[in-house]
């Protein structure tokens, strides 16, 4: 999988420019999918979603694995659901997403997701690429 000179994008007028990609994620048991708009993260260590998010995939918010998260407001409380990303055709199985409250954006972070693609930023151009490069 290869996308290539991907351009950063506004979501609102006063915003900067940055790396966001549309991703489909779903609850591997429910077989719901919803497809979402995400902010490349390299300082995110794992996906992460507003938490109302998870019950429109089917997952019970609070029965996923509990846990502590430190986001740029503090600490958080998140509750951790193994789902499935698909980016273009490359789909990832097996992916733990924490569904944290008081997040209003969809966070694609290091862990179970970028480290699975090389990741070029071009600030000056205002550009992305992402590529899957098989063994």
């Known amino acids: 999988m290869r996308l290539k000179n991907i351009p950063f994008t506004k979501v609102c007028p006063q915003d900067t420019p940055r790396p966001w990609l549309f ?3 779903g609850n591997p048991r429910g077989k719901k999918k919803i497809r979402f708009l995400g902010l490349i993260d390299t ?4 996906c992460t979603l507003p938490a ?3 019950s429109l995939l089917g997952f019970k918010l609070k ?3 509990k846990k502590k998260i430190i986001t740029g407001n503090g600490t958080a409380v998140a509750y951790s659901h193994k789902a499935v990303i698909e980016v273009g055709d490359y789909r990832i199985r097996n992916v733990f ?3 944290a409250p ?3 954006v969809v966070l694609l972070g290091t862990k179970g997701f970028l480290t699975r693609f090389v990741l070029t930023l071009d600030y000056p151009h205002k ?3 992402l590529e899957n490069r098989k063994k």
């Open 97 to 99: 997403i924490d569904f």
């Open 63 to 65: 029965a996923g694995e």
């Open 23 to 25: 991703i489909d994620i």
């Open 127 to 129: 550009r992305f690429s």
């Open 52 to 54: 109302h998010y998870a």
């Open 102 to 104: 008081h997040l209003n």
């Open 43 to 46: 300082g995110a260590h794992e």
